[in-house]
């Protein structure tokens, strides 16, 4: 696949992927995140559907309703995705990975609905996501699981992935979790594909250099390693240190600026993000810098009053344009990179 990019409908050529949206979840399941209140309240809240009328509870705990976390309705994606399309976007990664709802068939019909070029993923999230079937396999046998997806396809599918992830960590991270970051460093090795780790301001604390200590001991290629959520909480001097070891530092939570009372944590506002941005490319990294939603509440959705996945492209490079980032800083961030991230040579 020498320069060119897998999708959920076959090879396309790099120069044909466009403005890309890098990390996105069209079908999505997270309700191995969700833990079931003891507070009879919060128990009857956790229950409801969300609507308008109660929105305001998952912008305060985006966890708070167990319908916010799930995502798996085909004609709402392709709805959602072709404000993607009117806005100029031409392709989409889906890092949705086993075990939190990937669904990479329905992934090629919202391909031939929108006809957006769609990526999708192979990996596995958080612990509690993990398949049965990983547990007592050695680091070897889960990376040759990872290589017979992107060589043979997906559960007999014959739909191959374009990137290996996200792959999810707890904190601490777990001894599967573990075996998945070597044997996903293994993969991508073997097969030069992207790799995308999840990575949050856990306890007011990074953990992305750990991270890439790990991959880098199972001689990962750094430079295809995307860091996501690093605007998650803005700290420049952290992101030129990711940066300076070769990762990629992913800006991809842009219109998640909710609040997580429970968890004492307040998302960055927009605003915040553009400025991280341009600091990060004056400090001479903007070969680095990726942006994207990462989209994964139904919140999100324009249909239950978010921005949408266009979020980005409507609603974000005007910011951009106001804070002197003229089209060729655009280029390079929504096409350019991404090209270079998703093209694979061997």
């Not at 400090?283 to 942006?291: E, F, M, Q, S, T």
Request: charged residues 25%.
């Amino acid at each position: 696949m020498s320069g060119k990019i897998m999708t959920v409908l076959g090879e396309v050529e790099s120069d044909d992927l466009g403005l890309t949206l890098v990390h996105e979840h069209l079908l999505l399941d997270l309700t191995s995140y969700f833990k079931t209140p003891e507070d009879p309240e919060k128990s009857r809240i956790a229950k409801q559907k969300l609507e308008l009328s109660n929105l305001g509870i998952v912008l305060r705990d985006p966890f708070a309703i167990v319908d916010n976390l799930v995502m798996d309705d085909v004609d709402t994606a392709a709805r959602e995705l072709s404000e993607v399309k009117r806005a100029g976007g031409r392709t989409v990664v889906d890092v949705t990975c086993s075990g939190i709802g990937r669904d990479v068939e329905a992934l090629r019909r919202i391909a031939s609905k929108t006809g957006l070029n769609i990526v999708t993923a192979s990996g596995y999230y958080i612990a509690a996501s993990h398949p049965a079937k990983i547990r007592g396999k050695s680091v070897e046998e889960i990376a040759d699981l990872f290589i017979d997806e992107v060589e043979n396809g997906i559960d007999g599918t014959g739909i191959r992935p374009g990137v290996i992830g996200e792959i999810g960590a707890s904190q601490p991270i777990t001894e599967d979790e573990l075996k998945v970051f070597r044997a996903v460093a293994r993969a991508q090795r073997a097969t030069g594909l992207p790799l995308y780790v999840h990575v949050y301001f856990h306890d007011h604390k990074w953990h992305a250099m750990e991270y890439l200590d790990i991959l880098e001991a199972e001689n990962a290629i750094l430079e295809k390693v995307v860091m996501c959520h690093m605007d998650g909480h803005l700290d420049i001097d952290y992101h030129r240190a990711v940066a300076k070891r070769g990762a990629y530092v992913a800006f991809d939570t842009f219109g998640k600026e909710y609040t997580r009372t429970n968890k004492n944590y307040e998302m960055p506002k927009d605003s915040t993000r553009v400025r991280g941005v341009l600091e990060l490319a004056e400090a001479g990294y903007v070969d680095r810098i990726l942006l994207s939603n990462d989209t994964c509440f139904k919140m999100n959705l324009r249909s239950y009053g978010g921005w949408g996945y266009d979020h980005l492209l409507t609603n974000i490079i005007p910011i951009f344009h106001n804070q002197g980032a003229g089209p060729d800083m655009m280029q390079k961030l929504l096409v350019e990179n991404p090209k270079t991230l998703l093209s694979v040579d061997r």
